[in-house]
């Protein structure tokens, strides 16, 4: 079983950047398909982002695509989401969590998830 701890949240002005980091302990970490994903107050959480356990495939969602950018490191245990051109709309919690079964944008698929971090963007 994985622990999953984020961090790098914060308030931003439109247009800057964060880098979300997603700290795993408690279970190999390289064994893991990792997700990123966001839920605004009032919405549903959505799929922002997907990589596999090498980091050799990733998906993004089309709202990110092109401003986002998922990566991990599997010797440091961590994931990372580089968020650049970040826009009002960004605002949500950010939460990532891991499955050892597939590669999924659905929320369901995955066992495991860590508490979030905050991302507010100001206009």
């Known amino acids: 079983q994985v622990q999953l701890v984020e961090s790098g949240g914060g308030l931003v002005q439109a247009g800057g950047s964060l880098r979300l980091s997603c700290a795993a302990s408690g279970s190999t970490f390289s064994r893991y398909y990792m997700g990123w994903f966001r839920q605004a107050p009032g919405k549903e959480r959505e799929f922002v982002s997907r990589i596999d356990w090498n980091g050799g495939s990733t998906y993004y969602a089309r709202s990110v695509t092109g401003r986002f950018t998922i990566s991990r490191d599997n010797a440091k245990n961590t994931l990372y989401l580089q968020m650049n051109s970040l826009k009002p709309e960004d605002t949500a919690i950010y939460y990532c969590?891991?499955?050892?079964?597939?590669?999924?944008?659905?929320?369901?698929?995955?066992?495991?998830w860590g508490q979030g971090t905050q991302v507010t963007v100001s206009s």
């Open positions: 969590a891991a499955d050892l079964q597939g590669n999924s944008y659905y929320a369901y698929d995955y066992s495991y």
